[in-house]
């Protein structure tokens, strides 16, 4: 299937292969997911930095921790680069030799690696091309998409990734296929250049090794200097292949800029609902109110909340042009006009404001990496705040955030 609607129709990579898989297996896999899952977390098998498809994770405290650390490293004066590394049909051409002695390396072995092996083999795949569809291809290669187990085998799969990155001094976060490496340096260093090539080249040979493609050409760089008034000027160089800064990149949905701003994603963020609020406001006539919220809700508050904590700590005009837009989906709610007032709207609607809602978020997630519930990267970048004199508040186990 096509991989967005805008793409060219005659270009073979914008295309998407879909495994169409039964309801039972699905259930099935879903045992499986458990067990396997259980098993690893148990004997700390699992990889701390990949966030894909594990309970408690998202890509919102993936992008939080790698957020935070990029800001720390700013704090100390330092600058940093964020590297977002793009796999060429990445799920699709999984070995599954290396996947099964992968398996067996963490302890899965005997039966449950026997199902493993007849899960994976015996699958077949068509094309379906104008109408026309070809015969049926054994698969030999690859993990099938949508289901349960894919990502689970795929994470797994790419475990040693790791390894090399951190043997280079790289710091790394992964959710499922993507991966972002990110590094703080003193902004005099003239070796940070060689550095990213040497590791790019290692990541690489590992990729090929392994049966993947490294596509440099969609991979992005993006340089956050230590102040507005330094410039970086860098340009990767990897085989015939080079790979230039960007102003801003687009990572696990929301973009970033080179100063962590958040100015395009609030601006793209704002203007993906105002249209979205255009479509709803036109069949209003035809909706009743609670059908509107619901529309609302699902199309525009649930935007305004995708990854908000990330938006903590910005000053209030630079969060303005969202809370307008909560302003006038509450109106719409209400079918009021444009200049009503709009606090009665929003307690009426149990919506916080836009600043209340990103420190609930900030506030939840510091509760989670209290209790334990939040993945343990979170918790680190936390500390217990130990007052200088003795305080009635000194047993309520209150945090601060590790900040320079």
Known sequence: MLKKPTLNTSFVENYRPISLLPFIAKTLERAVFNQVTSFLSLNNQLDVNQSGFKKG???????????????????????????????????????????????SSLGITGTSLDWFESYLTGRSFKVAWRGEVSRAHQLTTGVPQGSVLGPLLFSIYTTSLGHIIQAHGFSYHCYADDTQLFLSFQPDDPTVAARVSSCLADISTWMKEHHLQLNLAKTE????????????????????????????????????????????????????????????????????????????????????????????????????????????????????????HVTPLLISLHWLPLAARIKFKALTLAYRSITGSAPSYLHSLLRAYIPTRRLRSINKRLKERERA
């Open 57 to 103: 994770h998202s890509t919102e405290t993936a992008l939080l921790s790698v957020t935070e650390a990029l800001r720390i490293a700013k704090a100390a004066s330092k600058s940093s680069l964020l590297i977002l590394l793009d796999l060429s049909a990445a799920f699709d051409t999984v070995n599954h030799q290396i996947l099964m002695s992968s398996l």
């Open 221 to 340: 760089l993006l340089v956050l200097p230590a102040n507005p008034s330094l410039q970086h000027d860098f340009t990767i160089q990897l085989d015939s292949s080079s790979i230039t800064p960007s102003r801003s990149v687009r990572n696990l949905g929301v973009t970033f800029d080179d100063q962590l701003t958040f100015t395009d994603h609030i601006s793209k963020t704002a203007r993906s609902c105002r249209f979205a609020l255009h479509n709803i406001r036109k069949i209003r006539p035809f909706l009743t109110e609670h059908a509107t919220q619901l529309l609302v809700q699902a199309l525009v508050i649930s935007r305004l909340d995708y990854c908000n904590a990330l938006l903590a700590g910005l000053p209030a005009c630079a969060t303005k042009p969202l809370q307008m837009i909560q302003n006038a989906a509450a109106r719409l709610v209400f079918n009021e006009p444009k200049r009503a």
